[in-house]
């Protein structure tokens, strides 16, 4: 028989002491801790502003041979033969509390191996589009929330994103820097495209190993219905103009287009053009590039004007839509070095590539639930997942909520009564009236306020106890 021994997370969050794990507290509040808060995005089902059916993602279990649960020496001898992954697969395989414990073990390991800074980590679930997963303003309370429960003087932002709103990206970096004025990187282990790389942009270091990628920063804008590149519209606006100059006529063909889009919309496209442009400028200027003070072939000093033009080469480079073809392009570390702005390869170091290649194993692995935003440090976290649906069609006076736990995946339903107290359905559990539930298998606790709110939306009556 074998024995698998796990380190696991306490209910407020902290990790045995003695070990990989081992993080004191910091004076964050027991209800930020692991265990304590997560956050769930619930649908109204037939609203338009829900994902609905269920989107919920079966969390898998696998064996290795016949053997659910390797012991210690097969695990290290597993290790040898195979992945992390497939490793992690077989010896973690379905069990959420272990997967959240490794998660914060090598957390724990990337703060150790960077001289003990402080990690916080902004990660969305890049498969799964019937989810909120781009950067928006949803995002602030979260982030802010964590970086309460950090103390130090630098940080490392573990950052996974396909972007969002570049307002929003801005509002994150002046959050960041006003706590980490002086030293703050960015480490990507697997994309942080658009509005990421605008985060990106605004550290002291980026690190990055060579599958890691960026994107280009070229703004997106509506017209007509679609979304396209700012760059492309106003370079299609100057291709006409072009013709026209030397051919003296207008084509024909341009000119449904050219009645379709006001001089307001051309003035928008090149300001959204601009915005990313002068962020990132302003920001590898001021951060990226403070400590470029000499340069390396002359010796001779750089100058404040040498720093900006730089960042403003890099800055139009990463704009360039006619260079990059698609806004979802990955650009890797050898594009940006060939660009001139230095990138630390994190491969090189075994140690600190072989933390974050695990944690990153781990979070995938944690996306494959109902997860789909995962925003913690080695002692706290904050969990967004896919879980209710609500049913204002429960009945005459009522409305079920179909639970599903984050922890366990177990499911229930739960009846919410609206406007006044109603009998129990058969097969349901009541609403509690703090808005906690616990699972009725594992006794986890989930918040049900964001279905309170959208029945109460909805019916714009009261749910009562």
């Known amino acids: 028989m074998h024995l698998l021994v796990r380190e696991r997370i306490s209910q407020e969050g902290k990790a045995p002491r003695g070990g990989d794990g081992d993080r004191s507290g910091n004076g964050a509040s027991p209800a930020s801790r692991y265990g304590e808060r997560t956050e769930a995005h619930g649908t109204v089902r037939g609203s338009t502003e829900g994902f609905g059916g269920s989107c919920r993602e079966a969390w898998p279990r696998y064996s290795f041979l016949g053997c659910a649960q390797p012991g210690v020496l097969e695990r290290d001898r597993l290790r040898d033969v195979m992945g992390i992954y497939s490793e992690y697969l077989n ?21 150790q191996a960077r001289g ?6 902004v990660a969305a679930d890049l498969n799964k589009d019937n989810a909120p997963i781009a950067i928006g303003y949803s995002d602030l309370l979260p982030i802010s929330d964590q970086l309460s429960n950090l103390s130090g003087s630098s940080l490392d932002l573990i950052l996974e994103t396909p972007g969002g709103a570049g307002e929003v990206a801005e509002d994150i970096v002046k959050a960041l820097r006003a706590k980490y004025p002086g030293d703050l990187a960015v480490i990507i282990p697997g994309y942080a495209k658009s509005a990421g790389t605008l985060i990106a942009m605004a550290a002291d270091e980026i690190l990055m190993e060579p599958t890691s990628a960026v994107g280009p920063i070229d703004a997106q804008i509506r017209w007509q219905g679609k979304v396209f590149s700012a760059d492309a519209l106003l370079e299609g606006m100057e291709k006409i103009k072009r013709e026209v100059e030397q051919t003296g ?7 449904p287009i050219l009645q379709g889009i006001s001089p307001g919309e051309l ?41 900006s033009q730089r960042a403003r080469e890099i800055a139009t480079a990463l704009c360039d839509h006619k260079h ?11 594009d940006l070095r060939q660009m001139r702005l230095l990138i630390t390869d994190y491969s090189n170091k075994p140690d600190l590539h072989d933390a974050i290649r695990r944690y990153h194993t781990l979070l995938q692995m944690t996306f494959s639930t109902a997860i789909y935003k995962v925003f913690e440090t080695v002692d706290s976290q904050i969990l967004r ?24 995946g177990a499911q229930a339903k739960v009846q919410a009564s609206v406007g006044k107290k109603q009998p129990l359905q058969p097969g349901c559990i009541p609403f509690p009236a703090d808005n906690k539930l616990k699972c009725p298998s594992c006794g986890a606790e989930a918040d049900l306020s964001d279905a309170r709110r959208q029945i109460e939306a909805q019916t714009k009556l009261p749910v009562v106890g």
């Open 116 to 121: 003990g800074r402080d990690v916080l980590v």
């Open 385 to 408: 997942f896919i879980g209710q649906q609500v049913q204002p069609q429960g009945g005459p006076g009522s409305a079920i909520v179909e639970f599903t736990c984050p922890q366990c």
């Open 324 to 334: 990059w073809l698609t806004h979802g392009r990955s650009i890797k570390i050898e």
């Open 267 to 307: 003035e928008s496209a090149e300001n959204a053009l601009k915005f990313s442009k002068t962020l990132v400028t302003e920001w590898l200027a001021r951060y990226k590039f403070k400590g470029w003070t000499t340069h390396s072939s002359t010796g001779q000093v750089v100058t404040d004007e040498e720093r």
């Open 91 to 111: 010896t973690i395989g379905g069990d959420f509390e272990a997967l959240t414990a490794e998660r914060k073990k090598q957390l724990a390991r990337i703060s």
């Open 249 to 255: 006529a207008l084509n024909r063909a341009y000119i």
